[in-house]
């Protein structure tokens, strides 16, 4: 860079030619907080005075553009004294010298709305554009939903601001996003110049979002997207404020629309739903932070996995590490077992390109990478060993014990058991150091929470590989402390136990999933233990010290088991079943069983007609357990349980998961 080089509080100031660059620094990915504005609007300032400059190139440091407001500061009101965004975009709009904004990394929210706010904008390759706010419960504030609609016409401004999605560089160009796209990072800041050398010497009048002619209106149009926002974001008023906001920039003139739309996102952002969705976004990067292990403690390297077991969760586990590029061996008894891994992994392969989450290309080399087989010598090269075998204690100490003579001593060894004793485990692998719970959720290669259980004696750089990999995976790790069942299972069984009290008490099933599917699950817990086996918690009721046999609530589901009603399997359990569909048919004999389990523990039956009460009499169950865990030290925050939930069982994001919920509506 030229001499002629300085640097504010956020922001730095170079001469490149007679191009003035401004450079946006605030890791890590350039968040607007207060203070950036301000900073970004001297420069500028600093620009449009200095007669030796003919065009300025805006960009951002720390390899990206600029991720949008600051999420954290964004439930605060803005310091009256500094300077908004809107100060930004106008001060970007009343420029006389073009305005490059050179993007890399991710240009979003506000990011994107700044670039908006330039003459021109330019792109590296493996940029990503767009306005994701929806996803944080408040449609864009600084400008989008009048300049896009202006810019890409409405029904790309729809999908982009209504979705919230990401926007591929190329697919920017093409639809007119973005100006140019370079294909190296490394010239991009160099090209850019160049672009606005030539933009400044072309003379022409540059051009502005706000100039462009306002979109014409389509009722129809509108209608739709109205319509859609209302099906696909049930429960939530952001989607249709995002259609509100852009169908006032084919009604409104320029700067009427933005103070409209700056009204609208004012509102939304103090919604319940807002605070909910910034809440589980900030949770969700808060979990990674854990006591005790420091940023930056060394990580042990894992390109090969080993998972033991090809059954549902094996094969699914094996998935997640081939999609995201690492050899996986998975290792079965029989000759028939491993035939039916294979079976299994292609057949969720072809649903996934059926659905188009992946293409063909893309399916044919995640199975290239998986391996299943009989022969345990790909122990001997496996960084990582996870065991999926059926949950039996004895059967999983035989086999670590035999692991830890046939794996390397660095390898890691894990367990995906759901609930047994784990430190009884890594005692048995003879290795505890390098021994951790990777609990994985079913289907485990879709399913974001992946739950690293902390033995007491597991090593730090065990556990902070445990947590990096699951980043590598794209899921969402919560560490959780040793007790029976985790953090998610432990509270899961108290949900579904407060599920089955209330059929004690007179609610039906219907009623039950109903209320539970209107609060924003996408099942009910009745038909989630259908659809998961009722013998599952019947073994472990009957494993526990006097069995099953003192009366409880959860009897009503013991003697569902004794007359053989297990659930989807046996086309029977708390509803019945065609055979071969999944679609639940109240059953009489059930409201029988529960009125005379009811009757043994002299419960008074009662119709119940409030829905919002039976969601809140399970959600509420959830947030005690959520307390107790706290209390023994099992999780290790609150917003950590939060996350579990949302990212586990479908607890409605835009509620904030069980902990946040049941604080807001207590107060
Ligand atoms: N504000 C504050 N911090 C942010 C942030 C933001 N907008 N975006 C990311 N971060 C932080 C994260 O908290 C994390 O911090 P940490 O290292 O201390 O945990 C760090 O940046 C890296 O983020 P990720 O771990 O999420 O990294 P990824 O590479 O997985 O993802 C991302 C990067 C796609 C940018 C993702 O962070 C993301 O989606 N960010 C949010 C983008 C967004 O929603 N922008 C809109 C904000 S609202 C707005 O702009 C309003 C406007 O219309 C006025």
Redesign the pocket.
């Known amino acids: 860079m030229s001499s002629l080089s300085s640097k504010n509080s956020f922001s730095t100031y170079d001469i490149i030619n007679t191009v003035a660059v401004i450079t946006i620094d605030n890791p890590?990915?350039n968040?607007?907080s207060p203070g950036v504005p301000g900073a970004l609007i001297a420069n500028l300032k600093r620009a449009f005075k200095d007669d030796g400059v003919v065009a300025i190139v805006l960009r951002g440091a720390n390899n990206?553009f600029i991720?949008?407001?600051?999420?954290?500061k964004?439930g605060q009101p803005w310091p009256k004294d500094e300077p908004t965004?809107t100060d930004l975009c106008d001060c970007l709009d009343s420029s006389t010298k073009p305005v490059i904004a050179a993007l890399s990394g991710?240009a979003?929210?506000?990011?994107s709305?700044i670039a908006l706010s330039c003459n021109y904008r330019v792109a590296v390759v493996g940029t990503?554009l767009g306005?994701?706010?929806v996803?944080?419960g408040?449609p864009?504030?600084?400008g989008?939903t009048q300049r896009l609609p202006r810019l890409l016409g409405l029904e790309h401004a729809l999908d982009i601001i209504v979705s919230g999605r990401?926007v591929k560089a190329e697919e920017a160009l093409s639809i007119g996003y973005i100006d140019h796209l370079f294909n190296s990072s490394d010239t991009v800041l160099d090209d850019a110049v160049q672009f606005a050398i030539e933009k400044a010497s072309a003379g022409k009048p540059h051009p502005r979002c706000r100039d462009y002619p306002a979109p014409a209106p389509s009722q129809e149009l509108f209608a739709a997207a109205r319509a859609e926002a209302e099906k696909k974001y049930r429960g939530r008023t952001s989607p249709v404020a995002c259609v509100k906001c852009i169908e006032l920039s084919a009604s409104l003139p320029f700067d009427q629309g933005l103070v409209a739309e700056r009204e609208i996102?004012e509102a939304e952002r103090q919604s319940l739903e807002s605070r909910a969705l910034r809440h589980v976004?900030?949770s969700e990067?808060?979990v990674?932070?854990v006591p005790g292990i420091a940023k930056g403690t060394p990580t042990r390297p894992v390109t090969h996995c080993v998972v033991i077991g090809g059954g549902l969760m094996g094969t699914g586990i094996a998935m997640c590490f081939a999609d995201h590029g690492m050899a996986v061996t998975v290792i079965e008894v029989l000759p028939e077992a491993v035939d039916q891994a294979n079976q299994r992994i292609a057949k969720r392969y072809s649903s996934d390109v059926a659905k188009n989450r992946l293409s063909d290309a893309q399916a044919a080399e995640a199975i290239s990478r998986i391996v299943c087989t009989t022969d345990r010598s790909a122990l001997v090269e496996a960084d990582l060993v996870v065991e999926a075998i059926f949950e039996d204690l004895a059967l999983k100490q035989e086999l670590f014990s035999k692991l830890a003579m046939e794996c390397r001593d660095d390898a890691i060894l894990a367990s995906n058991t759901s609930y047994l004793d784990i430190e009884a485990l890594a005692a048995s692998s003879g290795r505890p150091a390098s021994f951790v719970g990777m609990h994985f959720f079913s289907p485990a290669h879709a399913t974001k929470l992946l739950e690293v259980v902390r033995t007491s004696s597991v090593d730090d750089n065990v556990l902070a590989t445990a947590l990096g990999l699951a980043k590598k995976l794209r899921k969402v790790p919560v560490v959780s402390g040793v007790c029976e069942g985790f953090i998610a299972n432990r509270m899961f069984s108290k949900y579904t136990n407060a599920a089955i009290s209330a059929l004690a008490h007179g609610a039906t099933p219907t009623q039950i999933d109903t209320a539970l599917k209107s609060f924003g699950f996408p099942m009910g817990p009745l038909e989630v233990l259908d659809m998961a086996g009722l013998e599952i918690g019947w073994a472990r009721r009957k494993s526990q010290p006097g069995g099953t046999k003192a009366v409880s609530e959860a009897s009503i589901a013991d003697r569902l088991c004794e007359l053989s009603r297990f659930g989807q399997k046996t086309n029977r359990g708390f509803y019945i079943y065609e055979p071969g569909s999944r679609v639940p048919v109240p059953d009489e004999d059930v409201l029988r069983v529960a009125k005379d389990v009811a009757h043994e523990l002299h419960i008074e039956q009662r119709p119940f007609t409030d829905e919002r009460k039976l969601a809140e009499w399970c959600v509420k169950a959830l947030a005690d357990e959520g307390h107790e865990l706290l209390k023994d030290d099992i999780a290790i925050r609150e917003s950590d349980i939060d996350v579990v939930w949302v990212n586990g069982f479908g607890f409605p994001r835009h509620k904030g998961g069980p902990m946040f919920w049941s604080a807001q509506a207590s107060s």
């Open positions: 890590p990915v968040a607007v990206t991720a949008g407001a600051d999420i954290a964004i965004f991710f979003l929210g506000g990011g709305e990503r306005q994701p706010e996803n944080l408040f864009p504030g600084a989008a990401h996102f976004f900030l990067r808060e990674s932070k």
